[in-house]
Every structure is written in C-alpha cells, then in structure tokens.
C-alpha cells in the first residue's frame, strides 16, 4: 500500500503529521475527508494590504479563508497547530515573479514580516456535485482538471492582477442548472461558475489545450462550464514580481481542521 | 412632504446625490431600493492590514464588501462616482478611540493616508425576512432595531477586538428555523443568528435595556434570535484607541449601486 492510500482514511491533522513529518508530500485530492483544503500565498507583509484588496474585489478566484498575524507562521482560526512552513506536502518558490524551485518545507525561509494567506479551492463543490449526482470526468479518471487563461480581467489592487484563469468541467445539459445553484452556495470554493458555453467568448481558443491540468473531453450533450480557480492568484503573484513570495505547489494543498460545509472559515 | 418621503421612490444615485448636495442627512433605511447598503470606517492605511484581518477573522459581524485604494476616496467596485468623503449622510469622528464630534462632509478632514471599508448591514436579510412573512417589529413600529453587547469574544488582530454587539429579532419560534435558514443566504448582511433564546447564555442581562436602539417586545409564543451586529467593528475602533478612525452614523448607511442579493459586492 502506498503512502497516499494509507492515508486515504487518515483525519484531517494525521494527514498534517504526515506531511510535516517528511513521510508525505504528494498531491490532497481526496485526503482529509471533506475538511477545507486551501490554496496557500505567503509574502511579506508590505505588499499583503495590497494582496488582501485584491483577495476582496476578486472573491470567486481569490476566496479569502484565513490570514496570518506578520510574522506568526501558525494558520490559528483554520485548526489546531497547523504550522504553514511545514504542513503543505510542497511549496513553489518564486522570486522575482519567477518560479525559482519547490520546497517540502520552508522553515528556513521564514521571515519574521511574512504573512500567510490561505484560499479556499474547489474540492468542496466538486464534493457537493458529486453528491448530489453530476459526474465529474477528471475525478473519474483520476486527472487534474484543466484550466486556462481567459480574457476576463481581474480589478487589479497595487501591483496584483492580470486575466482570470478558469478551470472547465463538462457538465450534462439538464444539469448545468443543478451545478450553478450548488456551487453558488460554496462561496469559499469559487461559487457559481463565471461562463458557460463557447470557450471563444472568454478567449480560450482551443479546449484540447489547457494552460494547466489535463485536457478532458466534452460529450455530446454536455456543456463545459468554466469556474473561477485558484491559479489566478499565482498568476497575479507573477505579474507583481514580488522578490520573494511562497505558495503551495497546485494541487498540494493545505489541510485545515475546518468542515468544508462550515458557514465561516473557523474551527470552533 | 419632507424630504425622506421624497427620497422613498428614488434610485440610489438620487439619493446619493441629494446626501452629497447638502439635501439629506438622515436615516437610510428605506432608501435605494434594494440595493446594498453598507457600514462604513476610515482609518490610516498603517492600521488597515490589521482591520482588514479582523474583518477576515469576525466575518459574521463585520462582513467586508468593499476597501479602497489608499489615499482614493472613490468606492470604485460599489457603484459609479462614489465619494465616501461625502456620499454619507452623517459621519462619526473618533480620536483617540472617543467620538468627538459628527460631520455630513469628511472631505476636509481625508488625507492621503487614509483606507476606506465597506462592511454590509442587516438590511438586505431583513427584507428577504419580510418578504418570507417573517414580520419584525421594529419595522412596523419604525424603531431601532434593539442591539446589545454580549460576553461573546470576537477574534483579534492586532489593536482590533473585544466583545461581539448583536442585534435582537424576537421570531414566533415556528418560524425560527425558516428565518436562520434566510439569513444564512445573506453573508453580507450577518448571514445565519450567533444565539437564539435566553439572553443571559450570551451575557445579556435585561432584553429591555438595549446598549443601542430601542427595546421591542418578545410576544408569547416567540423568542429572541440574535444576530451579529455592524457595530462590533465601531467597539472594536473604540477599544483600539486609533488617533483618529471615522465610521458612519449609526442607521445613516452609504447606499451602493450593487444589487442586495448580488453574488459578488460589486457593480458589473
């Protein structure tokens, strides 16, 4: 048994010890049962006013869950001992706006006028439609969902902004209704989606060539549906060129002890 | 016809416009349709970072819908040519963390420094109790809403914090569970009640002294539901003793052009 499927049945903050501890540092789709997963940005604390603007007037890529006291490297409303230098499974360093290495903890590059911001992802909702019976095809066959750039631009806050990125899924005709109203309910995870249909009219050019994630076919029949996604805020962090700036590695996100369902992000 | 009564009918930007004119320096509700009205505070950018985490942290009391660029007195995302020095009808000037002194205009006192906040307000959810057949006395008598504070403790960031103020709604208990239901639809106004029953569990002695507003009767066969209250944050700018913070007039909210029931705090 691999070290993923031993901890498929894991709680929320073994699956922290695990990843803290070294003994695991791959991707959290379907860890943690269905606590938030969130994206994660840390930079220091002159451009997070900035940041947190941006966060705010940009809420559906960009839903703001949680955000760290300058220079505490401990995530405090979003669960117990949850230490954002260690407890992401891999980071991505970027310096100058450029992507300059991974890390499998960053202990060593703390700084004491870091801020950390955590993001709500779109497991949830993925989790909300699949309950309630829309069938997802990257989670069926075990890919990562494909996203692209768009010609939506994000209202822009200090040196932050840049064109929306959007993940698609391909959704039945008679469901996209059904997807819109559950979505639009998981505020944290990207609400209702920003477009259906023709891909052209938000300037993705062609759906076999997503920007990130695996392509994923679209059915007769089916609709694809492109939702908000938590890649526009490492696009924001590239175009700003901050000199130095960590967030976690797609799809290696942060566990937090918060139910997804939860009205505010917070343990009690 | 006083002048209230001739604003009834009017679009938010009339309104505005009449506030800005020197026409109009009363209370809101009523006012603007149904548009989004918000709870508004001033503060020097060196205190924003922290503000804006409080916010984060206490969303149910303080739900954040709008920051401006430091130094822009413009709202942009709420509405086209909304000038917060002067598109509410009363202000509140606190130094020191004391209110000293009130103002229909602020444009004499900005400065270049300065952070505006936009915090949503219980209107919007009062509405869609109404039109539910939830009936609120204070409407119907045209009162103050009754607000108390509590012994329930907000989050803190930095000098920002103390003790949550909520707002009483006694609810005929059959359609307690209807009206919690509505009210967590709406995260811009509070979203779901923080207590229902008896007061003294939240440290409210006597629901017949209200700390702001005015009392309201709890009839036989209902009972008090308490809901997070926008002037938690003006404690919270009390409590952290700012040299100078201004808020709206309690009651006297800035009308958006943002639609009540919009997904996103933002005009298209």
């Known amino acids: ?39 994660v940005a840390i930079m220091a604390a ?10 705010q007037r940009n809420p559906k890529p960009c839903p703001l869950v949680g955000v760290s006291d ?24 970027y ?36 309950d309630a019976g829309v069938s997802l095809w990257h ?8 996203m692209y750039r768009t010609n939506i631009p994000t209202q822009t806050a200090g040196p932050f ?12 005709e008679h469901q996209v209704e059904l997807a819109t109203n559950i979505s639009r309910r998981y505020r944290f995870a990207h609400g209702a ?18 920007d990130w994630g695996d392509a994923a076919p679209v059915a007769p029949g089916s609709t694809p549906v492109f939702w908000a996604c938590g890649v526009t805020p490492q696009v924001a962090i590239e175009r700003a060129g901050l000199p130095l700036c960590i967030t976690h590695k797609p799809g290696h996100m942060l566990i937090t002890d918060v139910d997804g369902d939860a009205e505010i992000p917070a343990v009690d």
């Open 70 to 93: 300058t220079g505490d490297p401990f995530m405090r409303a979003l669960g117990r001992d949850i230490d954002i230098r260690a407890d992401v499974p891999a980071y991505h360093i």
């Open 95 to 130: 310096r100058d706006g450029r992507l300059d290495g991974s890390a499998h903890d960053i202990t060593e590059v703390w700084r004491d006028d870091f801020v950390a911001f955590a993001l709500g992802c779109s497991f949830t909702f993925e989790h909300a439609l699949q």
């Open 1 to 39: 048994m691999n070290e993923y499927e031993s901890l498929r049945a894991a709680a929320a903050p073994v699956v922290r010890a695990a990843i803290r501890g070294g003994d695991y540092g791959g991707q959290t789709a379907g860890l943690g049962g269905r606590n938030l997963q969130v994206n």
């Open 161 to 172: 902004g840049g064109s929306m990125v959007v993940s698609m899924r391909a959704i039945p």
């Open 193 to 210: 989606p920003v477009h259906c249909g023709d891909p052209a009219a938000i300037g993705i050019d062609d759906l076999g060539a997503p």
């Open 139 to 146: 989670i069926e066959h075990n890919k990562v969902v494909p």
């Open 46 to 55: 002159e451009y997070a006013l900035d940041f947190m603007r941006f966060c």
